[in-house]
């Protein structure tokens, strides 16, 4: 058994000027801060509960900005605020996949 019931993992990688799109050079360090809040804030934070952690590159930052979402394994991408908040409420609250922001598994882009 999981010691959170969901484990959020924002990239946070910063590639240098030039190189490939990265996550955080699409925001992703203020998204996680948000996001870090708002979970707080709705009392989702804890043991047994919903862990938002940041995450160096996960391979994936070309569909990014990226964050995946343990047990489930569900990848998603995202752009402003409203994403965040239809992540936090639609699977972290109630246990629904928001299909709109979701990354195909098989999805190789990197």
Known sequence: MSHYQYHVFFCLNQRAPGER???NSCGADQLWAYAKDRVKALGLNGDGKVRINKAGCLERCEEGPVIVVY?????YTYIDKDD???????????????????IPAQSTAN
């Open 71 to 75: 047990p489930e394994e569900t990848w």
């Open 21 to 23: 799109q990265s996550c």
């Open 84 to 102: 965040i908040d239809e992540i936090i409420n639609e699977h972290l609250v109630h246990g629904r996949i928001v299909e709109r922001l979701l």
